[in-house]
């Protein structure tokens, strides 16, 4: 039986050791210098470094809060000033054109001259955004182009492409130019020529409304 005890690998001694450390471990705070008692000395001074830390941070995140949303509003100022910047407005009503032309041309350079799809083209952006009625903005775009054309004949003759711009019914106005069949710009009289201007500019505006729209 001696033999028995004498032969164990933990002796009660050693155990009872094992248990104090893991005990001792357990109960050591994690911070060493936390000052338990309150009526120590250096609790007052552990607490009020602590308080200024805690006020600190509030300060600094505040601080942080002002100086983001600062941030964000400079970001607004500078877009919206690069948005009204007069470079800007150039620009894009530089590639807003061309591309406007580009279409004109892919569609009408057939039966078009080059010259009226460019000065349509040019007329429809400058007044896409004047307030006019659809009739008067198509008069608008071909008038410089058909100088020998009273305004009032322009109205009435545009009427049909203002009804099919307000509708969304272009397969009238692709029929004007479908009609001219081969024949050439110079053999087709003054009326078609209207005609055939007034469907380029329905397209030229209709155009710049999906660009708009696309932005």
């Known amino acids: 039986m001696a033999k028995k005890i004498n032969g164990s690998k933990t002796s009660p001694y050693?155990?009872?050791?094992?248990?104090?450390e893991l005990l001792e471990a357990l109960l050591e705070p994690e911070d060493a210098t936390y000052p338990w008692n309150p009526a120590d000395e250096e609790s007052e001074n552990y607490f009020a470094q602590l308080e200024q830390q805690f006020q600190l941070d509030d300060v600094l995140d505040e601080e942080l809060a002002e100086r983001s949303q600062a941030f964000y509003n400079s970001l607004d100022t500078l877009w919206y000033n690069n948005l009204n910047s007069q470079h800007y407005k150039c620009n894009t009503k530089s590639t807003v054109l061309a591309n406007l032309q580009k279409n004109l041309q892919a569609g009408f350079a057939a039966s078009v001259p080059q010259d009226w799809i460019t000065e349509i083209a040019?007329?429809?952006?400058?007044?896409?955004?004047?307030?006019q009625s659809k009739g008067e903005q198509l008069v608008s775009c071909v008038k410089s182009v058909l100088p020998n054309w009273e305004t009032d004949d322009l109205l009435v003759m545009a009427r049909p492409f203002a009804y099919a711009m307000r509708s969304g019914e272009q397969k009238n106005v692709n029929s004007v130019v479908d009609n001219l069949?081969?024949?050439?710009?110079?053999n087709l009289s003054e009326i078609e020529k209207a005609k055939v201007s007034l469907a380029v500019a329905c397209h030229a505006l209709d155009e710049l409304k999906n660009i708009e729209e696309e932005v």
């Open 14 to 20: 050693k155990q009872s050791q094992v248990n104090f």
């Open 122 to 131: 040019q007329k429809a952006a400058e007044i896409f955004h004047s307030g």
């Open 181 to 186: 069949g081969n024949r050439e710009w110079t």
